[in-house]
């Protein structure tokens, strides 16, 4: 009787168990726009067939307009325009999981009216990110690039006391634009470096939080007349397109160096090359551009005080692992009607499931 009971309570959960279930139903279809690190989308392939896009330049967008008419789920990335026609030509898509933290080329208030929730990828490239932003700051200040370029190029003939001279870093001040978790998280490097530390938000943090940091809370234009270092750590939007202009550049510091490690159109490129070539500013490091890449004829390529990486804020192997299994654990929730763990429009759970 007892083993009758046991086997009964096994073979139900067995049932009941999401594997015997969706393996019963026609699974749900998937397009992920690139070929993600090995073992990202295990999550996934588990519950529904899987279409990965092979190549190493993005589908172009009307190959995404049509495969978006046929798939319950997509998974992209920041370099997939999904607008208004492409989220309304997916009539069946159940959720959109991008494998970022930024979400600025998605349509949000297009995919919330149709109830689509949008998954991103937070948290887990906060450090990488943060690392990066310090690794541009100091090869800027310490002219890295352009000391190996000069090594190589054979022109290290002898120590001299004023060879590629930089700019301090202990000590400085650093003021830090966009205080969400990568701005903390550049902020308590900066402590560690002993700086003072400026930072600038639309929303000022909890003094409790501004001390345990290290970080105070500053105007726009103080924080850009104080700051030795400039770093950029806010999301792209109307309101901070372009905010780096020349007007900007004519309040900092001429030994300022700027740092931007978020989204490219943060920055003017135009008022940039204007202010790094007329001592405006010192230096720049720039992950990212506008437009990306960016193109081998812009003038600010011709700049020395200027480095350029192709967007790898991110880019440690562990952090884009654990940013694909998020992105795919996101979409796995979309498709089994679940709230997804990350969501930037938590409005379409309202009322519905999830609350
Ligand atoms: C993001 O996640 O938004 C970064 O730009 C890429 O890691």
Redesign the pocket.
Known sequence: MKNAISISIWYNNFLASPKVFLKSMSQPKVFVTRRLPDGGLDRLRFLAEVEVWPERLPPPYELLLEKVKHIDGLLCL?TDRIDRQLIEAGASLKAISQM???YDNIDIPVATARGIPVGN?PDV?TDA?ADFAWALLMAAARRVVEADRFTRAGSWQTWEPDLLLGSSIAGATLGIVGFGRIGQAVARRGAGFNMRVLYFSRHRRDPALEQSIGAEPAEFDVLLGESDFVTIHTSLSEDTYHLFSDRQFELMKPEAILINTA?GAVVDPDALYRALSGGKIAGAALD?TEPEPIPLNSPLLTLKNLIVSP?I??ASRQTRLQ?AMIAASNLAAGLKGDRLPYCVNPEVYAGGKGE
């Open positions: 920041l970022a933290v930024g990828t490239l990110t989204r990212v967007h804020g991110s940013m």
